[in-house]
Nanobody, 120 residues
Framework: QVRLVESGGGLVQAGGSLRLSCTASGSIDRVNTMGWYRQGPGNEREFVASLTSGGNTNYADYVKGRFTMSRDNAKNTAYLQMNSLRPEDTAVYYC??????????????WGQGTQVTVSS
């Protein structure tokens, strides 16, 4: 089985920064794309950012220029550096990873989510 664990969420004032981390562990053969989604109060889950194992990034328009995603492939860990945070960034942030397991099964796995709250 594959497990994703996020950390780094918390409470921050508008204009502040947070850095989220997500580590994949378990029966992993290869971690392909890693990324982040978020779900704010009363909203549907929405895409935030993704990063392929080859280094290609993709960002939602509402975070471009403020959020930066990186990863350490050796540690199967992804990071989301969030700067210039706004109250509308308040959400539960979920990490996901497209993984090929040691059993040659490829699937998307999700973390449990980490709360980010931005006060005005």
């Amino acid at each position: 089985q594959v497990r994703l664990v996020e950390s780094g969420g918390g409470l921050v004032q508008a204009g502040g920064s947070l850095r989220l981390s997500c580590t994949a562990s378990g029966s992993i053969d290869r971690v392909n794309t890693m990324g982040w989604y978020r779900q704010g109060p009363g909203n549907e889950r929405e895409f935030v950012a993704s990063l392929t194992s080859g280094g290609n990034t993709n960002y939602a328009d509402y975070v471009k220029g403020r959020f930066t995603m990186s990863r350490d492939n050796a540690k199967n860990t992804a990071y989301l550096q969030m700067n210039s945070l706004r109250p509308e960034d308040t959400a539960v942030y979920y990490c996901y990873s497209h993984v090929r397991t040691m059993f040659s099964i490829t699937n998307d796995f999700w973390g449990q989510g980490t709360q980010v709250t931005v006060s005005s």
